[in-house]
């Protein structure tokens, strides 16, 4: 291969031709393809407005509370606490007295309080006593009176006093009320401030009293007189007297007319020393030893319902009858006669007392045209007209008197009449009594009664 090897030198130039320079041609590059972004979306996601509107919201919250601090601490200098509103009245009257109120009123701001109205209410059931300037300030349905105060400087004072009769019962409690509505200069705001004042009523001069007997006895009537009277130089309207009788008292007679459960003394006015009277009658009946009360209380009107204003009682004791009374068949216990039948009477009497009872009297009443009083014994005293047998002192002496603790009996006998009319019973009633009363005792009079019925048995 050397061979080869020269000649490829032989035949090797290095010195070439020089050949004409050319430019290439310029060769375009294509962009690479590349997808087409999306349309952008302008519109702000829920979140995004979220924190708008929270931003919003505390930035008007700070310039709000920035506002109101400058309106009322800085700017005006206003506080409500610097408005002093103070109200003292009398702490004590008698219902009927004028009691006085005095209201104060100071701006210790340095503010001006404009647009002001001052209402003073008058306790319930008051007389407000009110001047002719005042009167279109008054409200008389609502005891209110409303005064207008435009303006009231930086250190002003407003003072004022109010007046009413008070009316109510003892230990009543009345209380009256100011209110006072403002707003500073240059505000719109409207504040209140509000002062009450309490005034006790210690007494009502209008005085009742009760008297009747301090004792009696079962089955007496008894007087039981209401005292009434004004003490005051006051008139009480809209007043009543309402009675409380005790269980066992039955009213016979009233020297006024009573309403409603025949309990209620009404009493349309009651004038400056005025005095009033009710006298009530009746019997009353209940066992040895009982206290019976009676009671009164002195009302007042105050809207729709009676409200006490005082209360009074007095109390009366049954006592053993001075004059004990026994009636019973001879022998006891007899109920019942056949026509033709004689009926045997017991009576048995005794002074309780430890004085002498004198005068004494029995009367004894056959009630039915059945007793056939041609065979009553005894028949001293007897009227047969009027069926009554009758004993005093004159027709039988023991009747003269009894000694304290003495006991008497009578025996009586008659017959039921063979041919009987009417109604098939016998009544018999018994009283006795003594005409002289002792010096001292507190009932009315002596007195005791029984009565007795039996039935007439025919046909048997």
């Known amino acids: 291969m050397p061979d080869l090897e020269e000649l490829q030198k032989k035949l090797y130039n290095p010195e070439k031709p020089s050949l004409p320079e050319v430019k290439p041609e310029p060769v375009s590059v294509e962009s690479p393809i590349v997808p087409v972004p999306p349309p952008v979306d302008d519109t702000l ?22 506002a109101v601090y400058i309106f009322f601490r800085g700017f005006y200098a206003f506080r409500k606490d610097q408005i002093e509103l103070k109200l003292t009245g009398s702490a004590e009257v008698t219902a009927g007295e004028i009691a006085v109120w005095k209201l104060s009123l100071v701006n210790k701001n340095e503010t001006e309080l404009k647009d002001g109205e001052l209402t003073f209410q008058f306790p319930d059931f008051s007389k407000p006593e009110v001047s002719l300037s005042e009167t279109s300030e008054f409200k008389s349905s609502s005891l ?46 409207v504040f209140e401030s509000v002062a009450t004042a309490v005034t006790k009523i210690t007494s009502f001069p209008v005085t009742l009293t009760i008297e009747t007997s301090p004792e009696t006895v079962s089955g007496e009537e008894v007087t039981v007189v209401f005292k009434l009277k004004n003490e ?23 020297s006024e007319k009573l309403s409603d459960f025949n309990n209620i003394w009404q009493l349309a006015e009651v004038l400056p020393q005025e005095s009033k009277e009710l006298t009530v009658k009746g019997i009353v009946i209940g066992l040895e030893g009982e206290k019976k009360f009676f009671r009164a209380f002195v009302e007042g009107l105050e809207g729709a319902s009676w409200k ?98 003495e006991r008497g009996e009578l025996t ?10 009417g109604e098939l019973k016998l009544p018999l009633s018994v009283n006795m009594e003594s005409t002289t009363k002792p010096e001292g005792l507190a009932i009315s009079k002596i007195s005791a009664s029984q009565n007795l019925t039996l039935e007439i048995k025919s046909g048997e």
């Open 144 to 189: 209110k009176q409303v005064i207008a105060i435009n303006e009231l400087k930086p250190g002003g004072l407003y003072e004022r006093e109010f007046k009413a009769a008070l009316y109510g019962g003892e230990n009543f409690e009345r209380k009256a009320q100011a209110v006072f509505k403002f707003k500073p200069s240059s505000g719109n705001i």
């Open 45 to 66: 996601s829920p979140a995004v407005w979220k924190k708008i509107f929270l931003g919003a919201a505390v930035f008007l919250l700070l310039a709000a509370t920035v």
């Open 308 to 405: 006490i204003y005082k209360e009074v009682s007095n109390e009366l004791k049954l006592t053993m009858p001075p004059l004990a009374l026994y009636l019973n068949t001879n022998p006891d216990g007899t109920s019942s006669a056949r026509p033709g039948e004689t009926i045997g009477y017991k009576l048995v009497w005794q002074n309780n007392l430890d004085i002498p009872i004198a005068n004494l009297t029995l009367k004894i009443n056959f009630e039915s045209d059945n007793f056939d009083l041609t065979s009553l014994q005894p028949a001293v005293g007897l009227n047969a007209a009027a069926k009554t047998l009758t004993l005093s002192k004159d027709s039988y002496p023991k009747f003269f008197g009894l000694q304290p603790l």
């Open 412 to 421: 009586l006998r008659v017959k039921v009449k063979e041919k009987i009319s």
């Open 232 to 254: 005051s130089e006051k008139s009480f309207q809209n007043t009543r007297i309402r009675l409380e009788l005790p269980s066992g008292f039955r009213s016979t007679q009233t």
